[in-house]
């Protein structure tokens, strides 16, 4: 028998159920579906994570229970990178979260939230096992389908979250991860105020002073003072509110600024042109990872870092942009050249190349650095990348940025296919993303150093 009451082992009720089937039912993979198409799809997927707040709630309040009363658990994350680096060392996330690498090492021990990888179930159940029989309490994130392939003893079980994604051709795996994550964890913090405990919450670091203050609580385990108490399900679904809201904006200010990119980069393609990428910090960084993805753009961000390394051997190839290819920024709020990009921007553009830049515009610094031939995509949210408020704290809580980003780069994909697909051009789009995927490399990348 669980040592977990059954309530917080999730049921999908009848309204999620519902609506994870119509995700699935418009949602075949073999069909494209434009921005529009996946605009409402997202819309779908935040409406889907609403839907089983109650049941965030119970998961979050009974890990927070564990996290209050046994002051030597830690709390991790392992799974899907995107999943990774996106609950670590984020701006309005918790400053005590540990990666893998942190929780290999002996004695840890914690709450390890973990999101299934997509092809990898295997892999992740021993990695889960191997947690459970270090008495690690697990909460586990992935879609219905996945969480029905592993199998575990309830015992190690703490629950099991429903990740709404659909096989899309444009997937949406990342985007509805990161959303589902930081509405579970606005349901964790709320879970340990109502014990009179608050967990220390990172500021961005572009606002003055925040490294200063992240500093000075990086190894508190709770605030001395104590909070106010927040009710169930508040602020999973302020996090909601805010990111419908920042949605909405992204869709009514740069639909235009999409379609423009997406039938720019269909031409160029035609043309003979290579589309590359590279995502920004956190979450985005990991936007092209699943077996499932288009791969219509080639993502270089591992493989720019990786020929400027000292120990790059000179033998091998090295990504030399040409006239007319184009390089698509999925990023945070600066131009990548600095802070680790070895110029990417810059020599992008020496090369020919069109830069189109999806980024936060708030930074006088790096807006000075656009250039009249570059594209600019504003994305919907500000300094401190932080929407949530919760009374008597002095910063507020849960990103929106990267969940933007994944909409955004969704978007471009989904239009690139539809434009692709309604024409009449000898070349296959399916030749076309076999050719990009025979190229993609396997491995991790590291997250860009810029910013939180």
């Given amino acids: 028998m669980s040592r977990y009451p059954a309530r917080m082992r999730i049921g999908v009720g009848l309204g999620l159920a519902a609506v994870l089937a119509s995700l699935a039912a418009a949602d075949p993979a073999t069909r494209s579906v434009d921005a529009l198409a996946y605009r409402q799809k997202i819309l779908r997927i935040l409406d889907a994570v609403e839907l089983q707040v109650p049941q965030l709630t119970a998961i979050a309040s009974a890990a927070a229970n564990h996290y209050v009363r046994d002051e030597t658990l830690g709390l991790g994350v392992d799974g899907t990178r995107c999943f990774i680096h996106e609950a670590s060392y984020r701006s309005g996330g918790l400053i005590g979260v540990s990666r893998p ?8 021990k914690g709450i390890v939230l973990y999101a299934l990888r997509e092809g990898q179930t295997t892999e992740d159940a021993k990695r889960l096992a191997g947690y459970a029989k270090r008495g690690c309490p697990l909460v586990i994130f992935g879609t219905e389908r996945l969480l029905n392939q ?17 096989s899309a051709a444009a997937p949406t795996y990342p985007l509805a991860t990161m959303a589902t994550l930081w509405s579970w964890m606005g349901e964790f913090v709320a879970a340990c105020t109502r014990a009179e405990k ?7 670091i572009r606002v003055p002073m925040a490294r200063a203050r992240n500093d000075q609580l990086r190894n508190v385990r709770f605030h001395a003072d104590k909070p106010r108490p927040m009710a169930g399900g508040a602020l999973a679904k302020a996090y909601l509110h805010s990111m419908r809201s920042r949605f909405e904006k992204l869709q009514q200010r740069q639909a235009a600024t999409i379609t423009r990119i997406a039938q720019l980069a269909v031409e160029r393609r035609r043309q003979g042109k290579r589309l590359f990428m590279v ?3 956190h979450g985005a960084a990991y936007l092209t990872e699943g077996s499932n993805h288009p791969g219509l753009f080639e993502d270089i961000t591992q493989r720019w870092r990786q020929q400027h390394a000292k120990d790059y051997p000179p033998d091998h190839p090295k990504i ?9 920024v999925v990023g945070y709020d600066y131009v990548p050249n600095t802070g680790g990009w070895f110029n990417l921007a810059d020599k992008a553009r020496q090369g020919g190349a069109t830069l189109i830049l999806c980024i936060a515009t708030f930074r006088p610094d790096q807006m000075s650095q656009v250039k009249p031939g570059d594209v600019l995509l504003n994305m919907p949210w500000g300094l401190g990348d932080a929407d949530v408020s919760l009374p008597g704290y002095d910063v507020k809580i849960l990103p929106t940025s990267n969940v933007l980003a994944a909409a955004v780069y969704g978007m471009i994909n989904a239009e690139m296919l539809a434009l692709a697909s309604a024409t009449t051009q000898p070349a296959s789009i399916h030749d076309w993303v076999r050719e990009v995927i025979d190229r993609k490399e396997e491995g991790d990348r590291p997250v860009a150093s810029e910013g939180q």
């Fill in 101 to 108: 690498d942190q929780m290999e090492k002996a004695p840890w």
């Fill in 150 to 166: 592993v199998h575990l003893s309830e015992t190690a079980v703490l629950g099991k979250v429903v990740v709404p994604a659909g």
């Fill in 198 to 204: 608050m967990p220390p919450m990172y500021q961005s």
């Fill in 279 to 281: 995502g920004g910090a």
């Fill in 320 to 328: 030399a942009f040409k006239p007319g290819d184009i390089l698509l």
